[in-house]
Structure formats: structure tokens, C-alpha cells
């Protein structure tokens, strides 16, 4: 393949025009090429008198000699695997987010058929479930924002923006597009599928996954690990009775390959494992609040009021570094989204953002998180940074009525330490309900001294970042996990056999990089 880089575009343009345009400056015969595709398209905005796209275009030609000034590069290509798979027992998925479903896709592509265990309900479901605590407050632990098939993302606004350089990410946005994702995924600098297309492509992942063999159990709970010489003999689970949302009929099933695939939220899963002595330790993590403005303001300051382009809802990316040693930062920026109410544990507060596919709501939201490390905790656990993040999320639930109302707080307001009084012009969107509070209170020292400096030193970034009217929801607490469970080279814990995958055990960072660790340990299964 050949690749033609930076092709500007100040007009908007079908990819078949640019295509089309390219060819014609760069003197490219038509019969001379066998295929093509956008492989790159990003925005331009550095200069507001000149924002304009840039793109790439991959070409499949039949003599690359005619053309030498462009660069080669290769097509990705899924590498051999070498499987020495030979347990007669199947493998066991503990949850079902990005990781799980990758590693059982893995799985069933290469002929093993996993079982899938998951605490929470099918997407359809859950989305039901989650519409009804917004609706009403009255929150299912089981089934929710962080539970529940797709993960933590599915109700987020499907990301997949990485920091990790994995050939497996190609994969694993092909495969998003198979089952349904728009296909400029495969090539838009900053990809999404938001919520609404999440839902569905998740059904079609778990109908394929069964088609080929893969088990799926929902509502059900995996509650203790037999192990024996220290390898992994079986798990326990409980099914839940969901005429009673109890659970009942404790079941065991053999095995001797689990994916711990159990996202960042699963803390009674974790005390577990820790009371079975799988090794863990504490971990960074961080810990914020929301911040919500109007995104025709967020339009206007990425892009200035002169282009006639067609351009999306705007995003952005902001990072402080503070003289306390802290760093602040902008996390999972939502354009034309909401804040979602995102608990899983009873009386607490957490908060996440979402948007859909078309990013079309009135305000946009993010994340500005602090950093919080293990020095933090008077506390030698390595469990310690989960009860840190509880008793934030106890506080916020109190401050905010105990009824799933979050706290919320003009910028104005919290830059003054003062409670707000009223809502200005930028109305929250978190749903069951808001209650104006002063999120001070709550915060330890070190965090709301730093999101103090950092929407001050954001707004000479971003104007209007600081806008007074600007809405603080509290708190975020999840953006990653706060454990990692120890794993060597070959992707195993110190119990054989028992492979922590994902963003819970604490080697990944969003929807690509814990599909991706779920690739990798599914191969690391069928080659062991």
C-alpha cells in the first residue's frame, strides 16, 4: 500500500471527492489503482481564519515504482496464533464489557467456546434499567452505569481514543464496524459510536459470540474462586432471582482458564480475590468533578465564528500541571452530551459523562480530574484507594439529599468557596435531579485547590472555560481503576490460570485499550 499524507481540504467534501481531487493533483492514473480508502481525517483549527480538514489516503496500486515519492505501509494483518489449547474444560469470561467481549470473540474465532459471566443484564435490558433510575432514582447495584453487558462504556460516548500503539487496535475497530459501527471509525482521528449505536452493535457482538459456541449468563454472579496448588480448579456463582433481585442456586463450574475481565467498579470482587490471596496492590488513580457548558461556546472558541465548513460539535483536551506536584486534566469529553448519574453502590454519587452517535445535545461536558496516588491513604491495603473513592461518593450523596440528587455548583461559586444560590445560563443535565451545594465541602484540600487552579489556567486556554455560569457536578470517581492485579509476561496472576484483563485489573484506560487486553490474554489462553 502506498499512503499520500496531508491532503488539505477547506471545503467540504464526500470522501469520493477527495479522493477524486487527490489523484488529479498528484498525476495518480485511475487504472493504475486496484483499491483505496480514507485511512486519516482529522481538524485543522489552529488557526481560526484557516480551520480546515486534513487527510489520508491509502492506495493499493498495480506498479508502486511509478510512483516512489509516496510512503509505503502495510496492511495490518492478524498475526498467526499458535494454539496449543487442549483443556478439555471451557474457559470462563467474568464479565462482559469491552475486555470480556474481545477476549470471547477471540476465542470463538479460533474455535473455543468460553462461557461469559455477568453480574449484570443483557444491553437491551440494562438500558431499560438505567432509564428508570434516571427517571425515578431507584438504583439496581446489579445492573446499571458500570454493570452490565457492554461495561462502563456502553453508557458512556463510546471512545475509542487511545494512548497505546497495538496493531490489535485496527482489529478491533474492524470489528466494531462489522457488527455495525459506522465506518468512519476505521479512519477519523478521534473516533466514537455513542451510546445509541453502542447498544446495538454490543446485541450483535453477543449473537455472533453464541452463534459460534460462546455461552452468555447474565444476572449472574461470580462469587468465590476454587483453587488448589495454586492453580484454578472452578468458580462459584449465585443466579439472581429477578422476580426477588435476590440470588439464589449456587452453582460451580469447572474450569482452567478464567479472564478476570471485571472492570474498575467491582469491589466485592475484588475483596475476594484479595481474601484468595491473588496479588494486588495499590494503584494512581484520579478524582474530579463534571463541568458542563453551553457547546455552542465550545464551537465558538475551538473554531472561531469564520469558517462555513460543516464541522462537528466540537471537542477539547486541557492539562495543568500544578506547583503542589498535582496534575489536573480534562477527561472523556462529551460534545452534546449529558451527565449521567452512574452509582453502583447503594447511597452514593458518582457521576460519568454521555453522548449519542450525533453529539446534537445543547451543552458539552467533561471530566477535570485530580491525581490522587497511594500516598494519599492512611491505609496499607491495597484495597485502600476503593474506600477512598467510597467515602467521596458517600459525602456527595449526603450533600446532594440522599436521594441520587447530585450536588452541583456554579464555577463561579466554587472558584469563591461559597454554595450557589441559583442556576444561571448554562442548565445541568444530570438526571434524577440536582441540588445546589457547595462541592468544597466534600473535596479533600488537594483536590479542590488544584481544580481551582486548573479552570483558571484552562480558561486562558479555552475561552470561556471558566464561565461563571459553568456547572460542577459531583463527583467522578471512576475514571480508572485504583487496583491492579498483578500479572507476569504471560498475562497470568500468581494463581495459574486465572488471567486479570482489562481496565479493573488495572491494564487499561478505555474501550480500546481493554479490548485490545482482552485480545491479548484470549491468545495467551490459546497458545498456553
Known amino acids: 500500500m502506498l499512503r499520500i499524507n496531508n491532503i488539505k481540504i477547506r471545503k467540504d467534501m464526500s470522501n469520493q471527492e477527495v479522493f477524486n481531487l487527490t489523484i488529479s493533483k498528484n498525476k495518480i492514473k485511475k487504472e493504475d489503482i486496484i483499491k483505496w480508502y480514507i485511512s486519516k481525517k482529522s481538524i485543522d483549527a489552529r488557526k481560526k481564519d484557516d480551520v480546515h480538514y486534513i487527510y489520508s489516503i491509502d492506495l493499493k496500486v498495480k506498479d508502486e515504482k511509478k510512483y516512489k515519492k509516496f510512503d509505503k505501509v502495510k496492511e495490518f494483518k492478524m498475526p498467526n496464533i499458535n494454539i496449543t489449547y487442549s483443556s478439555s474444560k471451557r474457559p470462563i469470561i467474568v464479565g462482559a464489557g469491552p475486555a470480556g ?72 475497530l474492524q470489528e466494531f464496524v462489522n457488527f455495525g459501527a459506522p465506518e468512519q471509525i476505521i479512519y477519523l482521528s478521534k473516533p466514537h459510536i455513542g451510546t445509541d449505536n453502542l447498544i446495538n452493535i454490543i446485541k450483535n457482538m453477543r449473537e455472533y459470540i453464541i452463534s459460534k459456541g460462546g455461552t452468555f449468563l447474565f444476572d449472574t454472579k461470580v462469587i468465590d474462586f476454587k483453587i488448589s496448588n495454586g492453580k484454578i480448579k472452578s468458580i462459584f456463582y449465585l ?179 461559597k454554595k450557589s444560590e441559583f442556576i444561571g445560563t448554562i442548565k445541568p443535565s444530570y438526571l434524577p435531579g440536582v441540588t445546589l451545594s457547595n462541592l468544597n465541602d466534600i473535596l479533600p484540600n488537594f483536590i479542590s485547590d488544584t481544580l481551582r487552579e486548573g479552570i483558571c489556567y484552562f480558561d486562558t486556554k479555552l475561552t470561556g472555560f471558566a464561565n461563571p455560569d459553568s456547572i460542577l457536578t459531583g463527583l467522578e470517581t471512576r475514571s480508572s481503576s485504583p487496583v491492579k492485579i498483578i500479572r507476569n509476561k504471560d498475562l497470568i496472576s500468581n494463581i495459574s490460570g486465572i488471567y486479570p484483563c482489562g481496565e479493573g485489573a488495572g491494564y487499561a484506560g478505555g474501550i480500546m485499550s481493554a479490548a485490545v487486553d482482552g485480545i491479548k490474554c484470549a491468545i495467551a489462553i490459546l497458545e498456553s
Do not use: W
Open 239 to 417: 443466579k439472581q432471582d429477578l422476580k426477588n433481585t435476590n440470588f439464589n442456586s449456587i452453582e460451580e463450574l469447572k474450569t482452567d482458564f478464567v479472564v478476570l475481565a471485571i472492570g474498575h467498579s467491582s469491589r466485592d470482587t475484588f475483596e475476594k480475590l484479595h481474601e484468595k490471596g491473588i496479588f494486588m496492590e495499590k494503584k494512581n488513580f484520579s478524582v474530579g468533578v463534571r463541568i458542563e457548558h453551553l457547546q455552542e461556546d465550545i464551537n465558538k472558541a475551538q473554531y472561531g465564528n469564520i469558517t462555513k465548513l460543516k464541522l462537528p460539535p466540537a471537542e477539547y483536551k486541557l492539562a495543568y500541571h500544578s506547583p503542589n506536584g498535582r496534575s489536573c486534566y480534562t477527561f472523556c469529553m462529551c460534545p452534546g452530551g449529558v451527565v449521567m448519574a452512574s452509582s453502583s453502590d447503594k447511597n452514593t454519587i458518582v457521576t460519568n459523562g454521555m453522548s449519542n452517535f450525533l453529539r446534537n445535545g445543547k451543552n458539552a461536558n467533561s471530566a477535570i480530574l485530580v491525581n490522587v496516588v497511594p500516598e494519599d491513604f492512611n491505609n496499607k491495603s491495597p484495597l485502600a484507594g476503593i474506600y477512598f473513592q467510597k467515602n467521596l461518593e458517600e459525602k456527595a450523596f449526603i450533600l446532594g439529599g440522599s436521594n441520587y440528587h447530585a450536588p452541583i455548583q456554579r464555577v463561579e461559586d466554587f472558584l469563591q468557596n
Open 101 to 172: 467481549l474481545f477476549a470471547a470473540l477471540t476465542l470463538v474465532q479460533n474455535g473455543i467456546k468460553p462461557i461469559i459471566i455477568e453480574q449484570g443484564q443483557s444491553v437491551e435490558k440494562r438500558k431499560k434499567t438505567v432509564d428508570t433510575f434516571l427517571s425515578n432514582g431507584k438504583l439496581n447495584p446489579l445492573s446499571n452505569v458500570q454493570f452490565g453487558e457492554g461495561g462502563a462504556g456502553t453508557f458512556s460516548d463510546g471512545k475509542l481514543t487511545t494512548g497505546i500503539n497495538s496493531p490489535f487496535c485496527q482489529k478491533v
